[in-house]
Protein backbone atom coordinates (compact mmCIF):
# COMPACT_ATOMS: atom_id res chain seq x y z
CA UNK A 1 0.00 0.00 0.00
CA UNK A 2 3.18 1.90 -0.18
CA UNK A 3 2.56 3.60 -3.10
CA UNK A 4 -1.38 3.45 -3.09
CA UNK A 5 -3.19 4.31 -6.45
CA UNK A 6 -7.03 4.97 -6.48
CA UNK A 7 -8.20 2.94 -9.02
CA UNK A 8 -10.60 4.12 -11.52
CA UNK A 9 -11.30 4.54 -15.75
CA UNK A 10 -11.49 6.80 -18.14
CA UNK A 11 -15.01 6.35 -20.08
CA UNK A 12 -16.55 8.04 -22.79
CA UNK A 13 -18.90 9.17 -21.08
CA UNK A 14 -16.78 11.20 -18.48
CA UNK A 15 -14.93 12.83 -21.41
CA UNK A 16 -18.43 13.38 -23.11
CA UNK A 17 -19.51 15.55 -19.84
CA UNK A 18 -16.14 17.32 -19.51
CA UNK A 19 -16.68 18.82 -22.74
CA UNK A 20 -20.11 19.89 -22.11
CA UNK A 21 -19.06 21.18 -18.62
CA UNK A 22 -16.30 23.18 -20.53
CA UNK A 23 -18.46 24.61 -22.92
CA UNK A 24 -21.01 25.60 -20.30
CA UNK A 25 -18.22 27.58 -17.98
CA UNK A 26 -17.80 29.22 -21.62
CA UNK A 27 -20.98 30.15 -22.22
CA UNK A 28 -21.28 32.05 -18.93
CA UNK A 29 -18.65 35.06 -20.05
CA UNK A 30 -15.80 34.91 -17.92
CA UNK A 31 -18.79 34.53 -14.83
CA UNK A 32 -19.47 38.42 -15.66
CA UNK A 33 -22.84 38.09 -14.90
CA UNK A 34 -22.89 35.48 -12.30
CA UNK A 35 -20.55 37.93 -10.43
CA UNK A 36 -22.77 40.71 -11.01
CA UNK A 37 -25.37 39.13 -9.30
CA UNK A 38 -24.08 38.78 -5.55
CA UNK A 39 -27.80 37.92 -4.40
CA UNK A 40 -27.90 34.44 -6.78
CA UNK A 41 -23.96 33.51 -5.31
CA UNK A 42 -25.32 34.28 -1.88
CA UNK A 43 -28.62 32.13 -2.80
CA UNK A 44 -26.57 29.43 -4.13
CA UNK A 45 -24.41 28.93 -0.76
CA UNK A 46 -27.51 28.69 1.15
CA UNK A 47 -28.75 25.82 -1.34
CA UNK A 48 -25.59 24.21 -0.65
CA UNK A 49 -25.71 24.51 2.89
CA UNK A 50 -29.46 23.39 3.26
CA UNK A 51 -28.67 20.32 1.03
CA UNK A 52 -25.63 18.55 1.94
CA UNK A 53 -26.97 18.97 5.51
CA UNK A 54 -30.73 17.69 4.44
CA UNK A 55 -28.51 14.33 2.49
CA UNK A 56 -27.38 13.44 6.30
CA UNK A 57 -31.62 13.79 7.36
CA UNK A 58 -30.82 17.61 8.70
CA UNK A 59 -34.75 18.70 8.73
CA UNK A 60 -34.71 22.44 8.81
CA UNK A 61 -35.90 24.10 6.04
CA UNK A 62 -34.55 26.60 3.68
CA UNK A 63 -35.86 28.99 4.93
CA UNK A 64 -34.21 28.17 8.41
CA UNK A 65 -31.10 28.02 7.21
CA UNK A 66 -31.44 31.31 5.32
CA UNK A 67 -33.09 33.15 8.92
CA UNK A 68 -29.96 31.52 10.54
CA UNK A 69 -27.15 32.76 8.51
CA UNK A 70 -28.95 36.09 8.49
CA UNK A 71 -28.35 35.99 12.61
CA UNK A 72 -32.40 35.36 13.08
CA UNK A 73 -33.13 33.33 15.61
CA UNK A 74 -34.84 29.85 14.75
CA UNK A 75 -36.93 27.05 16.45
CA UNK A 76 -35.41 23.57 15.94
CA UNK A 77 -33.30 20.93 17.59
CA UNK A 78 -30.25 22.75 19.02
CA UNK A 79 -27.50 20.06 17.11
CA UNK A 80 -29.46 20.98 13.62
CA UNK A 81 -28.95 24.67 14.34
CA UNK A 82 -25.10 24.23 14.97
CA UNK A 83 -24.39 21.83 11.78
CA UNK A 84 -25.77 25.04 10.01
CA UNK A 85 -23.52 27.66 11.60
CA UNK A 86 -20.69 25.23 11.67
CA UNK A 87 -21.36 24.56 7.84
CA UNK A 88 -22.11 28.04 6.81
CA UNK A 89 -18.71 28.92 8.73
CA UNK A 90 -16.90 26.00 6.43
CA UNK A 91 -17.83 27.51 3.38
CA UNK A 92 -17.12 30.65 4.33
CA UNK A 93 -13.64 29.30 4.57
CA UNK A 94 -13.32 27.66 1.07
CA UNK A 95 -11.09 30.47 -0.81
CA UNK A 96 -8.83 30.39 2.36
CA UNK A 97 -8.18 26.75 2.14
CA UNK A 98 -5.58 24.54 0.44
CA UNK A 99 -6.99 21.57 -1.38
CA UNK A 100 -4.14 19.63 -0.72
CA UNK A 101 -3.28 20.36 2.75
CA UNK A 102 -4.53 17.38 5.37
CA UNK A 103 -4.11 19.59 7.83
CA UNK A 104 -6.56 22.08 5.89
CA UNK A 105 -8.91 19.03 6.00
CA UNK A 106 -9.05 18.50 9.42
CA UNK A 107 -9.25 22.09 10.12
CA UNK A 108 -12.44 22.36 8.23
CA UNK A 109 -13.91 19.14 9.52
CA UNK A 110 -13.30 20.48 13.11
CA UNK A 111 -14.97 23.40 12.25
CA UNK A 112 -18.32 21.30 10.38
CA UNK A 113 -18.47 19.51 13.43
CA UNK A 114 -17.86 21.78 16.48
CA UNK A 115 -19.61 21.21 19.25
CA UNK A 116 -20.98 18.05 17.65
CA UNK A 117 -18.48 15.77 18.00
CA UNK A 118 -15.79 14.56 20.48
CA UNK A 119 -13.08 14.98 19.23
CA UNK A 120 -13.37 17.20 16.23
CA UNK A 121 -10.79 17.47 13.25
CA UNK A 122 -9.42 14.28 14.48
CA UNK A 123 -9.44 10.84 12.61
CA UNK A 124 -12.05 8.23 14.40
CA UNK A 125 -10.45 5.67 16.87
CA UNK A 126 -12.99 3.24 16.35
CA UNK A 127 -14.30 0.99 13.59
CA UNK A 128 -16.93 2.06 11.33
CA UNK A 129 -19.76 0.49 8.81
CA UNK A 130 -22.12 1.93 6.69
CA UNK A 131 -25.51 0.45 7.12
CA UNK A 132 -28.86 0.64 5.28
CA UNK A 133 -32.50 1.55 7.06
CA UNK A 134 -32.53 -2.11 7.65
CA UNK A 135 -29.36 -2.38 9.91
CA UNK A 136 -27.79 -4.26 6.82
CA UNK A 137 -24.18 -3.57 6.75
CA UNK A 138 -23.49 -2.22 3.16
CA UNK A 139 -19.67 -1.02 3.76
CA UNK A 140 -17.11 -2.05 6.60
CA UNK A 141 -14.87 1.16 6.75
CA UNK A 142 -10.91 0.19 7.31
CA UNK A 143 -9.66 0.00 10.89
CA UNK A 144 -8.87 3.09 12.70
CA UNK A 145 -5.48 1.89 12.34
CA UNK A 146 -5.32 2.02 8.79
CA UNK A 147 -6.98 5.56 8.47
CA UNK A 148 -3.81 8.12 9.02
CA UNK A 149 -2.39 6.14 6.71
CA UNK A 150 -4.55 5.68 4.03
CA UNK A 151 -5.64 9.71 3.80
CA UNK A 152 -1.41 10.93 3.76
CA UNK A 153 -1.25 8.00 1.28
CA UNK A 154 -4.47 9.78 -0.75
CA UNK A 155 -3.45 13.52 -0.45
CA UNK A 156 -0.08 12.46 -1.44
CA UNK A 157 -1.15 10.93 -4.84
CA UNK A 158 -2.97 14.27 -5.39
CA UNK A 159 -0.20 16.54 -4.56
CA UNK A 160 1.70 14.37 -7.68
CA UNK A 161 -0.84 13.65 -10.31
CA UNK A 162 -2.81 17.57 -9.61
CA UNK A 163 -1.09 18.88 -12.75
CA UNK A 164 -1.96 15.66 -15.03
CA UNK A 165 -5.36 15.01 -14.08
CA UNK A 166 -8.56 16.78 -14.83
CA UNK A 167 -9.77 19.00 -11.58
CA UNK A 168 -13.27 17.34 -12.62
CA UNK A 169 -12.01 13.93 -12.20
CA UNK A 170 -9.42 14.41 -9.26
CA UNK A 171 -12.02 16.04 -7.14
CA UNK A 172 -14.44 13.24 -7.64
CA UNK A 173 -12.11 10.74 -7.04
CA UNK A 174 -10.81 12.44 -3.78
CA UNK A 175 -14.85 12.18 -3.04
CA UNK A 176 -15.12 8.96 -3.36
CA UNK A 177 -12.26 7.66 -1.93
CA UNK A 178 -12.46 9.92 0.98
CA UNK A 179 -16.06 8.57 1.83
CA UNK A 180 -14.28 4.67 1.26
CA UNK A 181 -11.92 5.72 3.73
CA UNK A 182 -14.88 7.27 6.44
CA UNK A 183 -11.79 8.96 8.09
CA UNK A 184 -13.71 10.96 10.78
CA UNK A 185 -15.79 9.69 13.67
CA UNK A 186 -18.79 12.04 11.72
CA UNK A 187 -19.27 14.54 9.23
CA UNK A 188 -17.74 12.65 6.49
CA UNK A 189 -20.26 13.23 3.71
CA UNK A 190 -20.26 17.22 4.39
CA UNK A 191 -16.89 17.11 4.23
CA UNK A 192 -16.22 15.47 1.31
CA UNK A 193 -18.68 17.64 -0.62
CA UNK A 194 -17.29 20.48 0.54
CA UNK A 195 -13.85 18.77 -0.22
CA UNK A 196 -14.58 18.58 -3.87
CA UNK A 197 -15.92 22.13 -4.15
CA UNK A 198 -12.61 23.11 -2.50
CA UNK A 199 -10.48 21.69 -5.40
CA UNK A 200 -12.71 22.46 -7.85
CA UNK A 201 -12.85 26.48 -6.63
CA UNK A 202 -9.16 26.29 -6.31
CA UNK A 203 -9.32 25.82 -10.09
CA UNK A 204 -12.28 27.74 -11.12
CA UNK A 205 -13.56 30.73 -8.96
CA UNK A 206 -17.19 29.85 -10.02
CA UNK A 207 -17.36 26.26 -7.65
CA UNK A 208 -17.42 28.25 -4.65
CA UNK A 209 -20.58 28.95 -5.49
CA UNK A 210 -22.01 26.37 -7.77
CA UNK A 211 -24.56 24.37 -5.46
CA UNK A 212 -23.78 20.93 -6.84
CA UNK A 213 -24.65 19.46 -3.34
CA UNK A 214 -28.36 20.51 -4.60
CA UNK A 215 -28.09 18.27 -7.53
CA UNK A 216 -26.82 15.44 -5.24
CA UNK A 217 -29.92 16.16 -2.98
CA UNK A 218 -31.91 15.71 -5.80
CA UNK A 219 -30.61 12.76 -7.05
CA UNK A 220 -29.85 11.22 -3.44
CA UNK A 221 -30.03 7.65 -4.28
CA UNK A 222 -28.33 7.68 -7.54
CA UNK A 223 -25.48 9.23 -4.71
CA UNK A 224 -25.59 6.03 -2.76
CA UNK A 225 -26.19 3.45 -5.48
CA UNK A 226 -22.69 5.00 -7.19
CA UNK A 227 -20.67 5.13 -4.40
CA UNK A 228 -22.01 1.10 -3.56
CA UNK A 229 -21.37 0.05 -6.91
CA UNK A 230 -17.81 1.43 -6.24
CA UNK A 231 -17.18 -0.29 -3.23
CA UNK A 232 -18.30 -3.59 -5.46
CA UNK A 233 -16.44 -3.01 -8.47
CA UNK A 234 -13.17 -1.70 -6.54
CA UNK A 235 -12.86 1.56 -8.69
CA UNK A 236 -14.14 4.43 -8.60
CA UNK A 237 -15.66 4.77 -12.36
CA UNK A 238 -19.24 5.43 -11.65
CA UNK A 239 -18.53 7.44 -9.15
CA UNK A 240 -17.12 10.19 -11.51
CA UNK A 241 -19.43 9.34 -13.99
CA UNK A 242 -22.27 10.27 -11.38
CA UNK A 243 -20.62 13.88 -9.79
CA UNK A 244 -19.58 14.68 -13.85
CA UNK A 245 -23.35 15.00 -14.69
CA UNK A 246 -24.23 16.46 -11.52
CA UNK A 247 -21.50 19.19 -12.36
CA UNK A 248 -23.33 19.46 -16.00
CA UNK A 249 -26.87 20.16 -14.41
CA UNK A 250 -25.84 22.90 -11.85
CA UNK A 251 -24.30 24.69 -14.72
CA UNK A 252 -27.20 24.22 -16.96
CA UNK A 253 -29.29 25.94 -14.14
CA UNK A 254 -26.62 28.68 -13.77
CA UNK A 255 -26.55 29.61 -17.07
CA UNK A 256 -30.20 29.89 -17.28
CA UNK A 257 -30.50 31.98 -14.60
CA UNK A 258 -27.38 34.17 -15.39
CA UNK A 259 -27.12 34.13 -19.40
CA UNK A 260 -30.97 35.11 -20.90
CA UNK A 261 -31.18 36.14 -23.95
CA UNK A 262 -30.46 40.18 -23.70
CA UNK A 263 -34.25 41.49 -24.46
CA UNK A 264 -35.53 44.80 -22.67
CA UNK A 265 -37.99 42.20 -21.13
CA UNK A 266 -34.99 39.50 -19.71
CA UNK A 267 -33.13 42.29 -18.79
CA UNK A 268 -36.20 44.09 -16.77
CA UNK A 269 -36.13 40.49 -15.02
CA UNK A 270 -32.72 40.61 -13.98
CA UNK A 271 -32.97 43.51 -12.48
CA UNK A 272 -36.00 42.52 -10.48
CA UNK A 273 -34.06 39.14 -9.69
CA UNK A 274 -30.86 41.28 -8.28
CA UNK A 275 -33.15 43.09 -5.77
CA UNK A 276 -34.81 40.18 -4.43
CA UNK A 277 -33.97 37.87 -2.24
CA UNK A 278 -34.55 33.95 -2.97
CA UNK A 279 -37.62 32.86 -1.04
CA UNK A 280 -37.58 36.02 1.03
CA UNK A 281 -41.29 38.24 1.04
CA UNK A 282 -40.60 41.44 -0.41
CA UNK A 283 -43.36 44.40 -0.68
CA UNK A 284 -43.95 45.76 -4.01
CA UNK A 285 -43.15 49.22 -2.34
CA UNK A 286 -39.52 47.99 -1.33
CA UNK A 287 -39.28 46.48 -5.04
CA UNK A 288 -40.22 49.76 -6.23
CA UNK A 289 -37.73 51.71 -3.94
CA UNK A 290 -34.93 49.35 -4.74
CA UNK A 291 -35.80 49.64 -8.87
CA UNK A 292 -35.92 53.78 -8.54
CA UNK A 293 -39.58 53.64 -9.94
CA UNK A 294 -42.46 55.51 -8.79
CA UNK A 295 -45.48 54.04 -11.02
CA UNK A 296 -47.17 50.42 -9.83
CA UNK A 297 -48.42 50.25 -12.95
CA UNK A 298 -44.63 50.10 -14.61
CA UNK A 299 -43.34 47.72 -11.52
CA UNK A 300 -46.51 45.51 -12.39
CA UNK A 301 -46.33 45.68 -16.59
CA UNK A 302 -42.26 46.02 -16.89
CA UNK A 303 -40.78 43.97 -14.49
CA UNK A 304 -43.22 41.62 -12.09
CA UNK A 305 -45.63 40.25 -14.48
CA UNK A 306 -42.96 39.25 -17.13
CA UNK A 307 -41.24 37.41 -13.96
CA UNK A 308 -44.29 35.55 -13.17
CA UNK A 309 -45.18 34.24 -16.62
CA UNK A 310 -41.62 33.12 -16.70
CA UNK A 311 -42.37 31.53 -12.95
CA UNK A 312 -39.33 32.80 -11.71
CA UNK A 313 -41.68 35.21 -8.79
CA UNK A 314 -44.71 34.27 -7.37
CA UNK A 315 -47.30 36.49 -5.59
CA UNK A 316 -47.27 35.29 -1.61
CA UNK A 317 -48.65 36.48 2.04
CA UNK A 318 -45.84 36.93 4.15
CA UNK A 319 -46.18 35.88 7.94
CA UNK A 320 -46.90 40.00 9.09
CA UNK A 321 -48.19 41.93 6.38
CA UNK A 322 -47.63 45.18 7.06
CA UNK A 323 -51.18 46.06 5.17
CA UNK A 324 -54.14 44.65 4.24
CA UNK A 325 -53.23 46.42 0.67
CA UNK A 326 -50.09 45.72 -0.02
CA UNK A 327 -48.82 42.92 -2.11
CA UNK A 328 -46.02 40.19 -1.65
CA UNK A 329 -43.90 38.62 -3.99
CA UNK A 330 -40.87 36.04 -3.42
CA UNK A 331 -38.52 34.45 -5.70
Same mark, same amino acid.
Given at each position: ????????????????????????????????????????????????????????????????????????????????????????????????????????????????????????????????????????????????????? /???????????????????????????????????????????????????????????? /??????????????????????????????????????????????????????????????????????????????????????????????????????????????????????????
Amino acid at each position: MKNYIPPYSITSKMVDYISSIMEKIGKLDNYANFKKMPTLRKNNRIRSIHSSLAIEANSLSIDQVRDLISGKTVIGPQKEIQEVKNAYKAYEMIKDINPYSINDLKKIHKTITYLIVNEPGDFRKGNEGVFDENGNCLHMCPPPEQVNT /LMNQLFNWMEKRKDDIHPLILSSIFHYEFVFIHPFEDGNGRTARLWQNIILSNWKEIFAY /LPIESEIKKYQDGYYKAIADCNKNGDSTIFIEFMLKMIDKVLEETINATNMPLTEKTINIKKLLQVMDYNVPISANEIMKKLGIKSKETLRSTYLDPAIKEGLVALTIPDKPTSKNQMYYKI
